[in-house]
C-alpha cells in the first residue's frame, strides 16, 4: 500500500505561481514513477507531468515551459512548481504513484488549484 498526501493548493490570479507538494510513504519510493494529474470541472483528468526515479521528465503540451515536476527521493516527495497560471488551469490535481513493475496506480486525494481575478 503506498499514501500519497497533496499539500500547496489554493487561489492565486492569473500570472501567478504555486508549488504542490505530494508525501509518498513507501520506503521503496525510487521503485515508482511519480506523476501529476488533473480534472477541471465537467471535464476528463488528465495527465500534467511524470518523473521517473531518475528525473526523466514528461508533460502536457498544455502546461510545457510553465510547470516543472521533481523529485526528492530522499524525501520521497514529488513537488509540481506552477507559474503563469491561467484560469485554464483551475483543477483537482492528484498525485499518482505507478510501480515500475506493475500497473497499479495510487492517487492522493487531491489538492484543489483555482486560477480566477
Known amino acids: 500500500q503506498v499514501q500519497l498526501v497533496e499539500s500547496g493548493g489554493g487561489l492565486v490570479q492569473p500570472g501567478g505561481s504555486l508549488r504542490l507538494t505530494c508525501a509518498a510513504s513507501?520506503?521503496?519510493?525510487?521503485?515508482?514513477?511519480m506523476g501529476w494529474y488533473r480534472q477541471a470541472p465537467g471535464k476528463q483528468r488528465e495527465l500534467v507531468a511524470t518523473i521517473t526515479s531518475g528525473g526523466s521528465t514528461n508533460y502536457a503540451d498544455s502546461v510545457k515551459g510553465r510547470f516543472a515536476i521533481s523529485r526528492d527521493n530522499a524525501k520521497r516527495t514529488v513537488t509540481l512548481q506552477m507559474n503563469s497560471l491561467k484560469p485554464e488551469d483551475t483543477a483537482v490535481y492528484y498525485c499518482?504513484?505507478?510501480?515500475?513493475?506493475?500497473?497499479?496506480?495510487?492517487w492522493g486525494q487531491g489538492t484543489q488549484v483555482t486560477v480566477s481575478s
Open positions: 499518482n504513484a505507478q510501480r515500475v513493475s506493475a500497473s497499479q496506480h495510487y
Open positions: 513507501t520506503f521503496i519510493f525510487n521503485a515508482y514513477v
